[in-house]
């Protein structure tokens, strides 16, 4: 059996295969070997190299970086984090750096510049060629979470009125990657996006063929300024590969690649797991965040959380002299106030995902409404059953209906709470992820504790 050899080829990415790799690096640049170092990452992909380099010390992060062949380090640069990359451009000559920078996609050159300090900004791009300084102006032109900012202006089209073997011979000529030519862009005179065609179609046709005779004019498009989710939505639903961009005026400007498409869509899931979990969007990754950052991030949220659970503290008190005729309803408090916030949060869980992801709409308020009514008030009842008999243990029959009751109520308060809160966020054009867990859940529990000590006064005296 052969050795082990980290840097052969893993097409499964496999967690041991990194650090594997990441710990012989660091004897190679400690020892030096700084060619056989280039010879071991010459049998990975770029993508993997970036990682290693991610995960390296800053100091040796420089020193590798350095060593790195110009091509190889030019495209790592691609794939490094927004940190990584400020980093490294300080530790570059004035000339290195804006190479990297030239050399990025259009796209990822303008999200680049377009958070780091003014005057490094103006450093470079005062010495940038003029197509690429244009790219960059039109690109952080469009608003910051528009399809705009995401778009590839370097793209390749074929006109409508050309053969079919004008139309290969302009590809043949062009010496470019064709990894994005399962569909060429057909324009007119004036530049407007008239069809989409599959390169497959060109090729069996006869060379004398005109384009307008192979094209069916059904196509998908985006313009520029739509939100970048619902070019995830778009290519997701028509498993799209890349997506045209046009303007007002259909003219086309460029196009969203499914790297990039990806990019966004963990980028969206993140910020919704932030806001639901109560916590500012953070756009670093959490181990490059600063500890000010996270501070500022979560203390505005708990403090606002803060503020909603004092009237929880207040319902309680509203009923002290039930609590003090009463001492066993202090026993249930927790289970009773802890599962209507459950629920809550369940159920509100269950609807920001589905709103996020178009599985439900506004127009199915109705009927989810019911069903989850009906699902409530099963879970209720199942839950309120359990725990009247620990109610009868403790107090005997009034306590048992008390509780039991209260749990009913309580989960399908919370339940319908959950559901709704989301929609009517996304009525009114806020993003259903505020309706967080823990803020569904505080606002649960107040409502649970009225409604357990009125149902107690019911049935106990007050």
Request: charged share 20%.
């Amino acid at each position: 059996m052969s050795a082990f050899n980290p840097w052969q080829y893993d097409p499964h990415h496999h967690p041991a295969t990194h650090q594997a790799r990441l710990s012989e690096l660091k004897q190679l640049l400690q020892q030096m070997h700084f060619e056989l170092l280039r010879q071991c990452v010459a049998n990975i992909e770029v993508q993997d190299i970036a990682a290693l380099l991610g995960d390296l010390p800053k100091l040796e992060q420089t020193l590798f970086f350095r060593i790195l062949p110009r091509q190889t380090a030019t495209d790592v640069f691609g794939y490094l984090s927004q940190n990584a990359k400020e980093e490294l451009l300080k530790t570059l000559s004035d000339e290195d750096a804006l190479d990297m920078v030239r050399h990025l996609d259009a796209d990822d050159r303008a999200a680049f510049l377009d958070e780091l300090p003014a005057e490094v900004v103006q450093a470079l791009t005062q010495r940038l060629p003029r197509e690429k300084l244009s790219e960059v102006q039109l690109l952080l032109g469009y608003p910051a979470e528009s399809v705009g900012r995401l778009m590839q202006p370097d793209f390749i089209s074929i006109h409508e009125s050309w053969t079919a073997g004008q139309a290969l011979d302009y590809l043949r000529s062009l010496h470019q990657d064709t990894s994005l030519l399962n569909y060429l862009y057909v324009i007119d005179d004036e530049n407007k996006l008239t069809d989409t065609l599959h390169i497959r179609k060109l090729a069996l046709a006869m060379p004398d063929t005109a384009i307008s005779k192979l094209m069916d004019r059904r196509f998908i498009y985006i313009h520029a300024t739509e939100d970048q989710e619902k070019a995830v939505n778009l290519m997701q639903h028509y498993d799209l590969d890349a997506l045209p961009v046009v303007d007002g005026d259909g003219v086309m400007l460029g196009m969203v690649t499914v790297d990039d498409i990806l990019d966004v869509a963990q980028a969206e899931t993140t910020e919704d797991f932030h806001k639901m979990g109560s916590v500012g969007v953070i756009n670093l990754n959490i181990s490059e965040a600063s500890t000010v950052l996270l501070y500022r991030k979560r203390i505005g949220w708990l403090l606002l959380l803060v503020f909603v659970n004092i009237f929880a503290g207040l319902a309680i008190a509203t009923f002290e002299d039930m609590i003090a005729a009463v001492v066993a309803l202090v026993f249930f408090l927790p289970l009773i106030i802890g599962s209507s916030g459950n629920a809550g949060a369940q159920s509100s869980t269950l609807m920001v995902r589905s709103l996020a992801t178009g599985d439900v709409r506004m127009k199915d308020w109705g009927r989810l409404m019911i069903k989850e009514i009906s699902v409530a008030i099963a879970l209720g009842v199942t839950m309120g059953v359990a725990i009247s008999f620990i109610g009868y243990w403790q107090g005997g029959t009034a306590l048992a209906w008390v509780v039991g009751l209260s749990m009913i109520a309580v989960v399908i308060v919370g339940s319908l709470m959950g559901m709704s809160l989301p929609f009517l966020l996304s009525k009114v054009n806020i993003d259903p992820a505020t309706a967080s867990a823990p803020l569904i859940t505080s606002m649960a529990d107040i409502v649970g504790i009225l409604i357990y000590f009125s149902i107690a006064v019911v049935f106990m005296g007050g």
